[in-house]
T-cell receptor
Framework: AQKITQTQPGMFVQEKEAVTLDCTYDTSDPSYGLFWYKQPSSGEMIFLIY??????QNATEGRYSLNFQKARKSANLVISASQLGDSAMYFCAMREIQGRRALTFGSGTRLQVQP | DTAVSQTPKYLVTQMGNDKSIKCEQN?????MYWYKQDSKKFLKIMFS???????INETVPNRFSPKSPDKAHLNLHINSLELGDSAVYFC??????????????FGPGTRLTVL
């Protein structure tokens, strides 16, 4: 069974600094996708970035990048130049290609950006 | 031009009542999902439909019944509501590609409070 672990319940970062949110995963499926979602205090789930298990390069989307280390089964989210609006819950999720298509989520990390 | 919409956004009701949550997507996606987010923010899949066919049915009490009248709509009906049903319910949709790269897009959520 697939599992996602986020070991940081809460993180603080100074505005304009970079921050890394940790995510490790476990799956027996050789093909899978990894996702990060942001949930601000308003409650909606916002897709941030995707990494496929066979992608050779780390994914990037603007200030977001995914540090994918397949051998270590980690998919850390890096946010560069943090902004106050980045304060939110961040969820790592995985979807197996061969198995069921639903997302399995981690427990989330609450990020607070300080001025 | 909302992609995934849910109604209502808030639902407050008494124990024992029956209620429905509606979800619609205008993205042309083939697959729709219901997720439950509990009070600790943990997200878990409940159901998934592909082209009106049920493909995932997690261990959910049979008081919960999804219905998909067409591939753009997935409703959730809950009978005999209990206190433990209080949560945020998210609808999501994704295209059905060959790989696991299909990003799931979430609706705004429905906060259900059972008194």
């Amino acid at each position: 069974a697939q599992k996602i672990t986020q070991t940081q319940p809460g993180m603080f970062v100074q505005e304009k600094e970079a921050v890394t949110l940790d995510c490790t995963y476990d799956t027996s499926d050789p093909s899978y996708g990894l996702f990060w979602y942001k949930q601000p205090s308003s409650g909606e789930m916002i897709f941030l970035i995707y990494q496929g298990s066979y992608d050779q390069q780390n994914a990037t989307e603007g200030r977001y990048s995914l540090n994918f280390q397949k051998a270590r089964k980690s998919a850390n989210l890096v946010i560069s130049a943090s902004q106050l609006g980045d304060s939110a819950m961040y969820f790592c999720a995985m979807r197996e290609i061969q198995g069921r298509r639903a997302l399995t989520f981690g427990s989330g990390t609450r990020l607070q950006v300080q001025p | 031009d909302t992609a995934v919409s849910q109604t209502p956004k808030y639902l407050v009701t008494q124990m024992g009542n029956d209620k429905s949550i509606k979800c619609e997507q205008n993205l042309g996606h083939d697959t729709m999902y219901w997720y439950k987010q509990d009070s600790k923010k943990f997200l878990k899949i409940m159901f998934s439909y592909n082209n009106k066919e049920l493909i995932i049915n997690e261990t959910v009490p049979n008081r919960f019944s999804p219905k998909s009248p067409d591939k753009a709509h997935l409703n959730l009906h809950i009978n005999s509501l209990e206190l433990g049903d209080s949560a945020v319910y998210f609808c999501a949709s994704s295209p059905e590609g060959a790989g696991g790269t299909d990003t799931q897009y979430f609706g705004p959520g429905t906060r259900l409070t059972v008194l």
